[in-house]
């Protein structure tokens, strides 16, 4: 005989088992393309409630579905909201929905009482947070909008960039959104984000200023990036003092002209690309037994390849229409090709200025390569590159070697 309560039972089982699977396989919010393809799926969510009638997570996923596909009025999606809380005081993403209607129909105080509660629950959720901030400055509770924010830049790498372009949107005063936005993790990032990303000139001057001022200490590979971007910018000024906090004042434009001291390969000082050597087209290294001046020259061999070489350089700071005068001492050695070596000098940044010294072959003793020069509006700093230019002549293949010492460039007169 046919048990109709055994029935019945499987029946209700299977329909609630059904209800169950659509809920979780289907119905992810905010994640998946299909949310919006199945027009059904809040009924089905709705039928889901008769048997489920206290799962708070049904009632919010109504609310979201609802409010995002415009299927239910204002009315209808708060009371999803309220049932959300109802059966999960702690669903804090309910409290913040709840407090920005409180807020868009006119009930500020209840839309704060609802923030408050939200904020006692959102101390370590960037997510949280984040939402919170925009109903507190809707609000005008400025506190409560920077702490959500300077919380986000202490515990969310992923999301602090998303927080510097919010406060500088809204904030003037740069250095408030120092004082009461960022937090000490995340000074260095924002420093960088500024000046690296938004190429913000002014902005990261407050924000050097703002450090030195608070004694904040800057990382070095920091500075260098930083003075890289000054000279970009022709803010030559700042961009020294930074190298001189680094390595010492320097009376001599040029830094280490004469190779006796390390080369740094950073900065304001020489930069010696050794790819070259790598493929075996040269070899640089330094002369101490013969040097051309004191205890050492920079030698570089030529190994007959066809080399287009400007590895050896260094940047200096100079002033706009100014005279100058540009000398080093060479030696060559069986220096092969009519195209041979010589300086080339070119403004960095801005400014029309492509210079050369003259290009020995052979063989030369102590020579001085001299050049005597202006420099043009808007040239604040100048590339000096060791040169041999790449050839398609027949005797392109360039052999032999050159000592180099006693860089100089000084103003003139």
Not at 324 to 353: A, P, Q
Not at 355 to 384: H, M, R, W
Request: aromatic share 12%; with cysteine; proline share 2%.
């Amino acid at each position: 005989m046919i048990n109709r309560k055994k029935i019945r039972f499987c029946a209700l089982l299977g329909l609630s088992l059904f209800l169950v699977f659509k809920i979780i396989t289907i119905d992810r919010p905010f994640s998946s393309v299909s949310f919006y393809k199945d027009g059904n799926r809040s009924e089905i969510l709705k039928s889901a409630l008769v048997y489920n009638s206290k799962n708070p997570d049904i009632y919010f996923q109504l609310a979201n579905r609802n409010d995002i596909l415009l299927l239910s009025d204002e009315t209808e999606i708060n009371s999803f909201l309220l049932n959300t809380i109802k059966y999960n005081p702690l669903n804090v993403f309910a409290l913040i929905k709840l407090s920005d209607s409180a807020y868009e129909t006119g009930n500020k105080d209840l839309s704060f009482e609802l923030l408050l509660q939200a904020n006692k629950f959102s101390k370590f959720s960037a997510d949280r947070l984040w939402e919170l901030s925009f109903i507190a400055y809707k609000l005008g509770d400025i506190e409560l909008f920077n702490n959500s924010l300077k919380t986000i830049t202490q515990i969310d790498d992923n999301r602090r960039e998303h927080v510097y372009k919010l406060a500088l949107k809204l904030i003037e005063n740069r250095e408030e959104i120092l004082k009461n936005i960022i937090s000490e993790r995340s000074y260095k990032n924002y420093f960088r984000y500024v000046f690296s990303r938004m190429y913000d000139l002014p902005n990261s001057k407050i924000i050097y200023n703002y450090f030195k001022s608070n004694e904040i200490e800057i990382d070095k590979d920091t500075k260098l990036e930083y003075m890289d971007f000054l000279v970009s910018k022709g803010d030559t000024k700042v961009a020294n003092e930074i190298w001189s906090s680094l390595y010492g004042k320097n009376d001599m434009i040029v830094w280490n002209g004469g190779f006796e001291n390390e080369i740094l390969n950073e900065g304001l000082a020489w930069k010696i690309d050794k790819s070259y050597d790598l493929n075996s087209e040269t070899i640089t290294e330094f002369e101490t037994q013969n040097p051309l001046s004191e205890n050492r020259s920079l030698k570089l061999k030529f190994l007959n390849k066809n080399s287009d070489y400007r590895n050896i350089s260094q940047t200096v700071l100079v002033k706009p229409e100014t005279d100058y005068i540009f000398s080093s001492i060479v030696s060559t050695k069986d220096i092969t090709t009519n195209s041979g070596v010589g300086w080339e000098l070119r403004c960095s940044y801005g400014g029309n200025l492509y210079l050369q010294t003259d290009y020995l072959t052979g063989t030369n003793n102590e020579k001085v390569l001299f050049k005597k020069f202006t420099t043009p509006e808007n040239c604040n700093s100048l590339k000096i590159n060791l040169r041999r230019a790449k050839s398609n002549k027949f005797d392109k293949f360039i052999s032999g070697e050159i000592l180099v010492d006693d860089v100089f460039l000084r103003q003139a007169g």
